[in-house]
């Protein structure tokens, strides 16, 4: 015979895996990686060089360590990436069909990719000083 | 102390345009606006058309936006807005029916879709024949059990304006108070309504919904938490119990 218990203090549930439940997680944690790649970026350039002495002996000296590479590309994709995904928040008030807002999806994943390789191009490329 | 009362007039399919109409009242400081509209109905304009029932803030059906703020007119004094201007308008993102009456019935769709009642389909414990529940497991959600459904919330929502097929906030507040009850087992139903596209991630944390419940609601903080399980797949039943124990409790 079953009697009356008291419930446990936690379950869990199956939820659905759907691409809005995936984009918003990925808005907090593209948060959590933007908060240190955005403040060491703005106390470096802004405040520690100061955006009037930098140049483009500055950048290729910057450059010449790998690591700044890849954390300007980290840069660039992440907060464009978190910004598309804001922007497609936003968009998605206006465009209450599934079949548009499907293809907003893409445009604005187009211009990250774009955006994103043009970052990425600059950033490998470096810098190529001017002849004397 | 004598105030203007502006307010919104629309008959819609009868009236080209909306207009306002303006009226002149003395009025005590310390009446409440549905006495005003009450005494604009009654003596100088028995075609103003507002609802109202209960009158003291527990039935809800006097939803309107006062001085651009969506609050119920029967907890509204005339001193509280201090000034002797006041403004009354239907409120905003659902169609007028007429004057300060909106078509609820897209709202009510909306609290219906999130299934707002207990699924336990277990059978009955044989020797008590009652889901128990500590004090804990009941004030997790004893916040949003305070709802009356006025649409005060959801029509506060620049989301919800934007679009109509967004859940809303108060559909919100009505799935977490069933998700986080210990005793029921809907939640994968109520979940799965929520992770649509217009379901709960059509939130912004605008905290409009928050400002303008009548009940003082924690509302963008219960979405939080069903935004939360729908991460996690996982719901903690246990709530802080504020308050004094009830006196005899062992």
Not at chain 2, 16 to 36: F, G, H, N, W
Not at chain 2, 145 to 168: D, E, H, Q
Not at chain 2, 233 to 248: A, D, L, S
Request: aromatic share 8%; proline share 5%; net charge positive.
């Amino acid at each position: 015979m079953e009697t009356s218990t008291i419930a446990p203090n936690t379950r869990q549930v199956r939820v659905p895996k759907n691409y809005e439940t995936t984009a918003w997680k990925w808005m907090r944690y593209s948060a959590l990686l933007l908060i240190p790649l955005a403040w060491i970026h703005v106390i470096l350039q802004d405040v520690i060089v100061g955006v009037h002495r930098i140049d483009l002996n500055y950048v290729a000296l910057r450059w010449a360590n790998v690591g700044w590479r890849i954390y300007d590309i980290a840069l660039v994709a992440f907060a464009f990436a978190h910004g598309m995904n804001g922007l497609r928040q936003i968009l998605a008030e206006y465009f209450p069909s599934p079949k548009a807002r499907q293809t907003l999806g893409w445009i604005l994943l187009a211009l990250w990719f774009v955006i994103t390789a043009i970052g990425v191009v600059a950033v490998v490329g470096g810098v190529r000083m001017p002849k004397q | 102390m004598q105030i203007t009362v502006k307010i919104y007039r629309h008959i819609p399919g009868v009236d080209t345009q909306p207009r306002y109409d303006e009226y002149t009242l003395d009025v005590d400081p310390k009446e409440r606006i549905l006495d005003l509209l009450e005494n604009i109905k009654g003596f100088k304009d028995g075609t103003l058309a507002f609802r109202r029932s209960c009158a003291h803030g527990v039935c809800g059906s006097d939803a309107m936006r006062i001085n651009g703020r969506n609050r119920l007119a029967c907890k509204v004094l005339v001193q509280d807005l201090d000034t002797d201007q006041i403004v009354i308008e239907p409120i905003i993102g659902l169609d007028v029916i007429k004057d300060l009456i909106v078509d609820m019935d897209p709202f009510f769709e909306q609290y219906r879709s999130v299934l707002p009642y207990l699924i336990n389909d277990d059978p009955l414990p044989a020797d008590g024949k009652e889901r128990l529940q500590s004090q804990e497991q009941r004030a997790r959600f004893d916040d949003t059990t305070k709802c009356i459904l006025c649409a005060a919330c959801t029509t506060a929502c620049p989301p919800f304006w934007a679009n109509r097929k967004y859940v809303g906030p108060a559909a919100i507040v009505n799935a977490h108070r069933f998700i986080f009850d210990s005793r029921d087992h809907g939640a994968e139903q109520r979940l799965s309504r929520l992770s649509e596209p217009d379901g709960v991630w059509r939130c912004r944390t605008v905290f409009n919904c928050t400002e303008a419940c009548p009940r003082e609601i924690k509302i963008t903080q219960a979405i939080a938490e069903v935004k939360e399980v729908l991460a996690s797949g996982k719901i903690n039943y246990k709530g802080v119990q504020i308050g004094p124990e009830r006196v005899g409790s062992g």
